[in-house]
């Protein structure tokens, strides 16, 4: 049920797209909002973007409005993260999540997490 699994992470020149997958091992984004944050070394977790289920309302963190778009999938039980201008300042790990509790801007909130996956943006 809990189970997440990210895809789509590599590399790519700054300026480029891509987009990052997140499939559930169960029906977990049909009950629960989903969510995407990134880490990069040495640095905090950052909230990049959050949906509710049924995809009614999408929420982003500011550093990636207006670049970045989330979007789900309920039949595919899978969320997407669209990344767009990127900048080798978006290099990181990027992870998605499900079942917020509280301030879903915080990590702590989040109730269930994937491995992540590697997104490098080279200049």
């Known amino acids: 049920q809990g189970q997440l699994v990210e895809s789509g992470g590599g590399l790519v020149q700054a300026g480029g797209s891509l987009t990052l997958s997140c499939t559930a091992s169960?029906?977990?984004?049909?009950?629960?909002?989903a969510g995407w944050f990134r880490q990069a070394p040495g640095k905090e977790s950052m909230f990049l973007a959050a949906i509710t289920t049924g995809g009614r309302d999408t929420f982003y963190g500011q550093s990636v409005k207006g670049r970045f778009t989330i979007s789900g999938d309920n039949a595919k039980n899978t969320v997407y993260l669209r990344m767009s201008s990127l900048t080798p300042e978006d290099t990181a790990v990027y992870y998605c999540?499900?079942?917020?509790?509280?301030?879903?801007?915080?990590?702590?909130?989040?109730?269930?997490w994937g491995q992540g996956t590697q997104v490098t943006v080279s200049s």
């Open positions: 999540a499900a079942d917020p509790d509280g301030d879903y801007q915080q990590r702590d909130a989040w109730h269930y």
């Open positions: 169960g029906h977990i984004f049909e009950e629960y909002p």
